[in-house]
């Protein structure tokens, strides 16, 4: 069974940080494009970062977090952090993790997503 775990999530203050983790459990993260998204509440699901399969450099963002999120591989004990900063209201929401072991660009968000986690919530009070 694939499974993904997230973790990392809670509550924070204006201009605090979080590191979320995704956990995998039966294959490997390394050769799965993985990609964090956010459902805030009341909207629709987003991407808001990416790093693609077999690469621990090749990664991006959603423009509202550019300089706020990095997105890092621990190939070691596969896992994928988010590490968040100065975070704001706005970043407020469920946040999942999914992996895809086809999808080459963080451009296809969605592309061939087998795997999702359960998601872990971040909030952001001012």
């Known amino acids: 069974q694939l499974l993904l775990m997230e973790s990392g999530g809670g509550m924070v203050q204006l201009g605090g940080s979080l590191t979320l983790s995704c956990v995998g459990a039966g294959f490997s993260l390394f050769t799965n494009t993985i990609t964090w998204f956010r459902q805030a509440p009341g909207k629709e699901r987003e991407w808001i970062s990416c790093i693609i399969r077999g690469s621990r450099y090749n990664t991006d963002y959603v423009d509202s977090v550019k300089g706020r999120l990095t997105i890092a591989k621990d190939n070691t004990k596969d896992t994928v952090w988010l590490r968040m900063y100065n975070l704001r209201p706005e970043d407020t929401g469920v946040y999942y993790c999914?992996?895809?072991?086809?999808?080459?660009?963080?451009?296809?968000?969605?592309?061939?997503?087998?795997?999702w986690g359960e998601g872990t919530t971040v909030t952001v009070s001012e």
């Open positions: 999914a992996a895809s072991p086809v999808q080459a660009t963080c451009s296809q968000p969605y592309y061939g997503m087998t795997t």
